[in-house]
């Protein structure tokens, strides 16, 4: 099936679905709202959200607009293997903050932020380092999603790609600019459950109307040897190991998973991120079997562009009620991300901009909420602008990611080790960062002995993730042991070889130069940390009762709860 265009509603239907669905989040948010909003619940919800909530609001938040094209593309392009590398890895980086972050909010239990707790052990300039690589990262995160909009409504309406992008805005910053993060996990949870609804129903459809599993079976010998064979190294190399080294960056790097670590009641921690590493995982790799079995049944992506592919299957091969349940769950997955990412950025200039810097301690709860709800707007409107340029953000993502990997060694540490200096910290960011550069555009030969360097830098940061990865669930000793024997081991078989995969070679690099200076930084250092000082240091800006935790299938009572305790 290649069709030359795609299925289009007309302009008012376009406009009513979206009406429909900003409109009910809105209504939804109504019953939270409060004549005097509290500057902790704004920001955390007075850490008291529950399993139920906690763990649909992770989910949705992490299966963004870019979920649904990339795990398409990673089936298309990689054939069997591609679905489990995309959907597998971004399940681990909701894993494995899980051993850490019990360690961050046990320092801290009442942090709004990760950025606050680096500012109680270190001071201003690790803090804003941390703060600064979330913010990027968040702004870049609404404009993709604001871009997903403005080409689903393109391609699916009359509408313009602007107009897309300007619907997808107002009506994420609509229901969530009163009462924020609050705002943010109860419209989350009501998301995910739409959207498990129409992921069940959508892509068994698109899968059987292709002809089943009869057809997938009987389309792969149309595959190369490689899409063909699930343990191919070039889905591994390409994608699998990339992905994998990200794992541990974003999961301590992103202020939208952080929040809901400080957001959670603390005993439901545990079962709140495992059920939300299960849900992304299952049904984003049921997403990218739609890529798989285009790849097998022979489609060409419309116009070349792989963001098309699944829209194309589903204007396909499913009638016009099934595209519109599909809209839906667009709007619905880059909508619970947006609005995470506006309260992430609105949590990160209340309190690690104006609570740590500005007003340094003494902050005014009224005057923060001014500052998250300015934040938004701001926010907003940037990311409006910029994903109506139709700007290539990829250089920018980038720069984002190698800023988390190199800070993932640095913050693990400080909460661990009291040896770890501020100087130690900052210092090791920066080289880490002009090192990942060098590497990434190779500016340097990488052919010669300025290969080998960056190889023995990446090795050092191959056996730096594994060994992080493990001391997280095993303690020090078993981490110390699995990152010695994965260091031996890349330098073993990564040495001449690396090279040639520049963008994983750079991301190691990253982690292995911020590590080595960080520890002989710190070993040079005779200072030691009283981590019992950050407790004292950190807590909260509002004086409050605490409010009962909502558990799964309360969300929506427990809207009507609150509203009447205003």
Known sequence: MNSESLYQFSTLTVILLLLAFYGGTYLMTLGIRRKNEDADAYMVSNHRIGFGIGAASMTATWIWAASFYAAATSGYTYGVSGPIHYGLWGALMILFIYPFGRRFRKLAPNAHTLGELIHARHGSSSQLILALSNVLGSVISLMVNFTAAGALVSVLSPLSFQAGVIIAGVGVLLYTLWSGFRASVLTDFAQLVALMAIAIVIIPAVFFAMGGPETLVAGLDNLTPEQANFFS?????????????????????????????????EDHIKPTFLTATVGYGAIVIGLGMIGLMALTIGVQPLDGDMNNLIPQMVSGYLPPVFIALFF?????????????????????????????NIARGKADPKRMLLVGRLTMITATAVGIVFASFSLDILVMLVFV????????????????????????????????????????????????????????????????????????????????VAGALALVAMLVFATGFLRDYTVLLASLTAYGTSTLVCVVMSLASRERFDFATIGERVGDYDAHEDEAAPEAGEAIPAAASLAAQR
Do not use: H
């Open 233 to 265: 190294s070039e889905a591994i190399l390409q994608q699998g190991a990339p992905f994998f080294v990200a794992v541990l960056a974003y999961a301590i790097g992103n202020q939208t998973i952080s929040q809901r670590l400080f957001a959670v009641n």
């Open 328 to 356: 839906i769950l667009v709007i619905g997955s880059l909508s619970s991300t947006a609005d995470s990412d506006l309260s992430a950025l609105s949590a990160i200039m209340m309190a690690d901009v104006y609570g740590k």
């Open 401 to 480: 990611g190698a800023l988390w990997g190199a800070i993932v060694f640095p913050v693990i540490a400080s909460c661990f080790w009291s040896r770890v200096t501020n100087q130690a910290f900052t210092t090791s960011v920066l080289v880490a960062m002009v090192l990942f550069c060098v590497a990434r555009f190779e500016l340097v030969d990488l052919a010669g002995p300025g290969g080998l360097f960056f190889e023995l830098l990446a090795s050092i940061g191959g056996g730096v993730i594994i060994g992080l990865m493990v001391f997280g669930f095993l303690g020090s000793t078993a981490g110390f």
